[in-house]
């Protein structure tokens, strides 16, 4: 053997035909290490730009126009990152969102 090679042990017969565990194997319980972890929920209704001299105009009763048209889906962000999408409903009194569309993550295109 020259200084060259590598004396590599032989593998055993089938060693390398390991295959990662199918998505139907796992359940909830494979993520029990991060029920815990805390995640910022943002629901975003739309946006707007303004310039600081408009901004300090605001006063209570002001309306800013937002580059969302009635009825369009908004944003659902967690942790700053887009997830999903949904509309706006009304639970018991209070605003909440329901999701209308999971984002995939290529799928984000902001």
Do not use: C, W, Y
């Not at 053997?1 to 032989?10: A, F, K, Y």
């Amino acid at each position: 053997m020259s200084e060259n090679e590598l004396n590599l042990p032989e593998f055993e017969e089938g060693a390398g035909d390991l295959k990662p565990p199918e998505a139907s194997e796992k359940s909830a319980t494979d993520l029990t290490p991060v029920f815990d972890v805390p995640v910022h929920i943002s629901a975003v209704l739309g946006r707007a730009h303004v310039d600081v001299a408009n901004l300090l105009r605001l006063e209570r009763g002001s309306v800013l126009e937002l580059d969302r048209k009635v009825g369009e889906a908004i944003d659902i962000f967690v942790n700053n990152r887009l997830v999903a999408r949904g509309e706006v409903v009304i639970v018991d009194e209070r605003l909440g969102v329901t999701m209308t569309e999971i984002i995939k993550g290529g799928d984000a295109g902001q």
